[in-house]
């Protein structure tokens, strides 16, 4: 066996391209190593295996599944699936935790793993997943028992969870995008019994990702739905990511609504007085300007999944949302899922007979310019250099350096893998917005 990549150890989970990176090699290792970290931490019990629709996961499945069985775990096989049904299927059979094998949203030619403890804990860089990068590089002992494999199927369970979230009071019509990844199946069922009218593009899994890119944050990935959308005559669209974490909506014009404007629609409708909501250093004051309105709590939390469900469990959060499409909720074991997301807004769209559009109107009171990207040799540097010319703004340090002005406000991080700064600016006019990120660039560049 060749040794094990070490850049493949990301920092919310393990990535990289097939097989040059990560193989089956690698992958039976890290089911080892996976196992024997629970056993240390004495969490005992199955672990549950799921994977996407990439053409290398069945091979990278079959060797985690066989690394764990080697140490005498006992594990249960979920099949093809979406990365929140793997979450139900965690949480719902108490297991010790499990692996999903998949890259979300990367490339065909990536493939990854994404690991959680018990309860859907996330194993990631700042917990956990160094001490298994040592010890799958280690010289451990492989063959320690013969844990036994059996398959079970959590849809039927995972369905009549999202259908206790929906309430579809008028027929609508939708356009629905599954790109091609692992989430068609079970969208195709969830659509069927809610009483929907979807035209469905892309269901059939193939790791080829035939059609459009697997990663819906890409425009031209988004332009079938948006053009199907606006020609149909559609309520709205949504579409999800390749492993189906990560939700975005079409409205009824043909154009994708921020995320920030969606979950802000989600938090005025359902966040009680009193109750915590999360949002990342990225996203727009609306979030807080409804919690304010409700009454309600909002805390910024770093980026990232692992970071918001790690504070989603330590607070007690009700709700968390990022501007990449991820949405979670308490009622989901503090973990994201694009179905449940859908289920609540096809549900308040049933609600009214406004247009999507008109509905998100009162959320859209501020200009978000997005996650923007820039390559630099020195991002520390960069970010340093703003910090000083930016030293009349009130600044904070939370995830990267944020500075806030009376009627803008601009937060900047380092990319944790690449020599690039990711930029977001908000203002209260267009005008504001652009002219500060032309000025920024400036600075940046």
Same mark, same amino acid.
């Given at each position: 066996?060749?040794?094990i990549k070490s850049e493949i150890f990301k920092e919310y989970d393990i990535?990289?391209?097939?097989?040059?990176?990560?193989?089956?090699?690698?992958?039976?290792?890290?089911?080892?190593?996976?196992?024997?970290?629970?056993?240390?931490?004495?969490?005992?019990?199955?672990?549950?295996?799921?994977?996407?629709?990439?053409?290398?996961?069945?091979?990278?499945?079959?060797?985690?599944?066989?690394?764990?069985?080697?140490?005498?775990?006992?594990?249960?096989?979920?099949?093809? =699936?979406?990365? @929140? #049904?793997?979450?139900?299927?965690?949480? !719902?059979? *108490?297991? &010790? %935790?499990?692996?999903?094998?998949?890259?979300?949203?990367?490339?065909?030619?990536?493939?990854?793993?994404?690991?959680?403890?018990?309860?859907?804990?996330?194993?990631?860089?700042?917990?956990?997943?160094?001490?298994?990068?040592?010890?799958?590089?280690?010289?451990?002992?492989?063959?320690?028992?013969?844990?036994?494999?059996?398959?079970?199927?959590?849809?039927?369970?995972?369905?009549?969870?999202?259908?206790?979230?929906?309430? =579809?009071?008028? @027929? #609508?019509?939708?356009?629905?995008?599954? !790109?091609? *990844?692992? &989430? %068609?199946?079970?969208?195709?069922?969830?659509?069927?019994?809610?009483?929907?009218?979807?035209?469905?593009?892309?269901?059939?899994?193939?790791?080829?990702?035939?059609?459009?890119s697997p990663n819906p944050l890409l425009p031209e990935a988004r332009k079938?739905?948006?053009?199907?959308?606006?020609?149909?005559?559609?309520?709205?669209?949504?579409?999800?990511?390749?492993?189906?974490?990560?939700?975005?909506?079409?409205?009824?014009?043909?154009?994708?609504?921020?995320?920030?404007?969606?979950?802000?629609?989600?938090?005025?409708?359902?966040?009680?007085?009193?109750?915590?909501?999360?949002?990342?250093?990225?996203?727009?004051?609306?979030?807080?300007?409804?919690?304010?309105?409700?009454?309600?709590?909002?805390?910024?939390?770093?980026?990232?999944?692992?970071?918001?469900?790690?504070?989603?469990?330590?607070?007690?959060?009700?709700?968390?949302?990022?501007?990449?499409?991820?949405?979670?909720?308490?009622?989901?074991?503090?973990?994201?899922?694009?179905?449940?997301?859908?289920?609540?807004?096809?549900?308040?769209?049933?609600?009214?007979?406004?247009?999507?559009?008109?509905?998100?109107?009162?959320?859209?009171?501020?200009?978000?310019?997005?996650?923007?990207?820039?390559?630099?040799?020195?991002?520390?540097?960069?970010?340093?250099?703003?910090?000083?010319?930016?030293?009349?703004?009130?600044?904070?340090?939370?995830?990267?350096?944020?500075?806030?002005?009376?009627?803008?406000?601009?937060?900047?991080?380092?990319?944790?893998?690449?020599?690039?700064?990711?930029?977001?600016?908000?203002?209260?006019?267009?005008?504001?917005?652009?002219?500060?990120?032309?000025?920024l660039i400036e600075s940046i560049l």
């Amino acid at each position: 066996m060749r040794n094990i990549k070490s850049e493949i150890f990301k920092e919310y989970d393990i990535r990289g391209k097939y097989p040059d990176e990560i193989d089956e090699s690698a992958a039976y290792k890290i089911g080892a190593a996976f196992s024997e970290y629970l056993g240390r931490k004495k969490i005992f019990g199955n672990i549950v295996v799921g994977r996407d629709a990439r053409l290398s996961s069945p091979e990278l499945f079959e060797a985690f599944s066989r690394g764990g069985l080697d140490r005498g775990r006992d594990v249960i096989d979920i099949g093809l =699936v979406s990365t @929140p #049904l793997f979450y139900f299927a965690v949480n !719902s059979s *108490g297991a &010790a %935790g499990g692996a999903m094998v998949s890259a979300s949203h990367n490339p065909k030619e990536y493939n990854g793993l994404k690991l959680v403890r018990e309860g859907g804990w996330p194993v990631y860089k700042k917990d956990g997943l160094p001490e298994i990068e040592i010890l799958a590089g280690s010289e451990m002992p492989r063959k320690i028992g013969a844990g036994k494999i059996a398959k079970k199927d959590f849809v039927r369970g995972y369905l009549d969870f999202l259908k206790k979230y929906t309430d =579809v009071e008028r @027929p #609508l019509k939708i356009v629905v995008d599954a !790109s091609n *990844g692992s &989430a %068609g199946l079970v969208l195709e069922k969830f659509l069927d019994e809610i009483g929907v009218s979807a035209e469905k593009l892309f269901f059939e899994p193939d790791g080829n990702f035939p059609n459009h890119s697997p990663n819906p944050l890409l425009p031209e990935a988004r332009k079938t739905i948006e053009e199907k959308v606006k020609n149909s005559g559609a309520d709205l669209g949504f579409m999800v990511d390749a492993d189906g974490d990560r939700v975005f909506f079409i409205n009824e014009k043909g154009e994708t609504v921020e995320s920030n404007h969606v979950y802000a629609f989600l938090l005025d409708n359902f966040l009680q007085s009193g109750e915590l909501c999360l949002g990342t250093a990225s996203v727009s004051k609306i979030i807080e300007d409804v919690a304010k309105n409700k009454n309600a709590r909002f805390e910024r939390v770093p980026v990232g999944h692992a970071n918001i469900k790690t504070a989603m469990r330590l607070k007690d959060a009700r709700f968390g949302g990022e501007l990449s499409g991820h949405f979670y909720f308490r009622d989901f074991y503090y973990s994201d899922s694009a179905l449940l997301m859908a289920a609540h807004v096809l549900s308040l769209a049933s609600k009214t007979d406004k247009p999507f559009s008109e509905t998100l109107k009162p959320y859209m009171r501020y200009f978000h310019s997005g996650e923007l990207n820039f390559e630099t040799k020195n991002p520390a540097e960069a970010i340093e250099r703003l910090k000083k010319e930016y030293s009349g703004g009130k600044q904070s340090f939370l995830d990267g350096l944020t500075v806030e002005y009376p009627k803008w406000w601009f937060n900047i991080r380092a990319s944790k893998t690449e020599p690039l700064v990711r930029l977001v600016v908000e203002a209260e006019s267009k005008e504001l917005m652009e002219e500060k990120i032309r000025e920024l660039i400036e600075s940046i560049l």
